[in-house]
């Protein structure tokens, strides 16, 4: 029972909810928010093998994140290079 008490929330990106939110970020912001997405995946996986995480679906939630991240990113540079 203690363990249950002590288990931290882990969520993917805490700070940012949606894809309106990462669009108005600068590429620095995004690389920044794509660290804490990797570090929350890893946090969430390390958990899910000691049996600590309440719920597995904040794995997906984060990969997703990450995704949408990579997109948005990937969007931003192609975009740069169009405009030169």
């Known amino acids: 029972m203690a363990k249950k008490e002590t288990v ?19 590429e620095t912001e995004l690389q920044a928010a794509l660290k804490t997405a ?28 990450i995704a949408r991240i990579h997109t948005i990113l990937a969007e931003k540079n192609n975009a740069e290079k169009e405009a030169k």
């Open 38 to 65: 990797k570090e929350d995946l890893l946090n969430a996986q390390k958990m899910l093998r000691a049996n600590e995480l309440p719920s597995s679906h904040v794995i997906r939630k984060s990969r997703r994140m």
């Open 8 to 26: 931290k929330k882990v969520t993917a990106a805490k700070t940012i909810q949606t894809v309106k939110d990462l669009r108005n970020l600068t």
